[in-house]
């Protein structure tokens, strides 16, 4: 993600201006001591109340400026998946390469720009969608630029830029999607994006009119299937051939079933709404530990720490990923796909990457776990 915003080293705030940058929730009060710690002064306490005060009454060097710009915007420009899926084609598709220059990319821009005027005055499209081939005829990604005005923000940045990336691979008479976003704004880029690919291969009699792309949903399993598909994402024989290796669930998210009754050992679950158990080795409460409750609980999310070898890249390490039903989460939609993303930095065994190197990996372990999703649905589940 790249910001619109004032060069640090032609421009020095002060006074409001350094009050309302500072007070940004993206700053953490951590930030703004260690600026004013490096300046000799000390404060009881971290608290912004106190600590932004006397920060606005000094003058920033553009190196102290920068850093908490930086701060405000980083959790958006993490890599983020919105979930893969297939869609089966008819033997007339033949060269994907062709197809996204002749019929995808020409009309692609029309297809997303927000038809909502108030969508059209936070986000536009920033020139054209650029096509990479990875693999000739068989894998390209789509990356598209947006740019967003957000006047609620501070005044450092009304207007950002964000990346959209979607990867489609074509194999054996399927087209594979992998959705890759930063902000919500590029989130819903990437699910117009392969909308419209669909829309386009419907219209060229190239996908069957009663096909649909299918993603992994959260309705797709009962709760003793969503279960054990999480902890079969954690461990498992197909983790185990993509070298990932499951240290530990941290988290489950998950409420009662309220149309049966709960066991005498969970009752006291009863008019419980969402639960989070957090801690070491969660699976192994009882309840998670034993299929005979499975029944009993909606769970949506999980949060687990991996060790990971990318063999090809020769880089190991450890990170934690969470695993969610987000859709269903946020408004109990039972057709939320699961979408699959770091909460946490990247640990590296040994060694130290660039930033275009760390954003590579993430990338690619995004792609391997969306791998293992698919992989444990197949060979566990239904086939997709």
């Not at 008819?90 to 108030?118: C, G, M, R, Y």
């Not at 992998?178 to 386009?200: G, H, L, Y």
Request: hydrophobic share 35%; net charge neutral; glycine share 4%.
């Amino acid at each position: 993600m790249a910001n619109t915003k004032v060069n640090p080293h032609s421009f020095i705030p002060s006074g409001e201006m350094i009050r309302d940058l500072a007070n940004q929730s993206y700053i953490s009060e951590a930030d703004v001591k260690a600026i004013l710690r490096q300046r000799g002064i000390f404060t009881p306490g971290t608290q912004k109340e106190k600590t932004v005060s006397i920060l606005s009454c000094l003058l920033l060097s553009p190196p102290e400026f920068d850093v908490l710009v930086e701060r405000q915007t980083i959790k958006e420009d993490n890599l983020k998946s919105a979930g893969s899926g297939k869609i089966n084609l008819n033997s007339d598709f033949k060269n994907l390469t062709e197809f996204v220059h002749k019929e995808f990319l020409p009309n692609l821009v029309q297809q997303i720009t927000p038809k909502n005027a108030l969508l059209r005055d936070n986000y536009k499209i920033v020139g054209r969608p650029q096509a990479k081939i990875v693999v000739k005829d068989k894998e390209i990604e789509v990356e598209i630029t947006i740019e967003r005005s957000n006047y609620n923000k501070s005044w450092v940045n009304h207007k950002s830029q964000f990346k959209a990336i979607v990867s489609l691979m074509h194999v054996d008479n399927q087209i594979n999607f992998q959705r890759f976003f930063t902000s919500n704004e590029t989130k819903a880029v990437v699910n117009k994006s392969v909308s419209f690919f669909e829309k386009r291969c419907k219209e060229l009699k190239l996908i069957n009119e009663q096909e649909q792309e299918h993603r992994i949903r959260f309705d797709d399993f009962d709760n003793t299937g969503r279960i054990v598909f999480f902890l079969k994402l954690f461990n498992s024989t197909e983790a185990k051939t993509l070298k990932f290796e499951g240290e530990n669930v941290v988290s489950f998210e998950f409420r009662p079933e309220t149309s049966m009754p709960l066991p005498e050992e969970l009752k006291w679950m009863d008019n419980k709404e969402e639960l989070i158990f957090r801690g070491n080795r969660v699976e192994t409460t009882f309840f998670l530990d034993e299929e005979k409750y499975y029944p009993n609980l909606i769970v949506w999310r999980m949060q687990a720490t991996f060790k990971f070898r990318l063999v090809e890249k020769n880089v190991s390490g450890k990170v934690k990923m969470d695993f969610n039903f987000h859709e269903y989460q946020k408004d109990r939609s039972h057709k939320a796909p699961l979408e699959i993303n770091f909460a946490s930095a990247i640990e590296l065994t040994d060694g130290y990457l660039t930033l275009t190197q760390r954003d590579e990996i993430k990338k690619l372990l995004l792609g391997q776990f969306e791998q293992l999703k698919s992989m444990v649905y197949q060979n566990h589940f239904n086939s997709l």
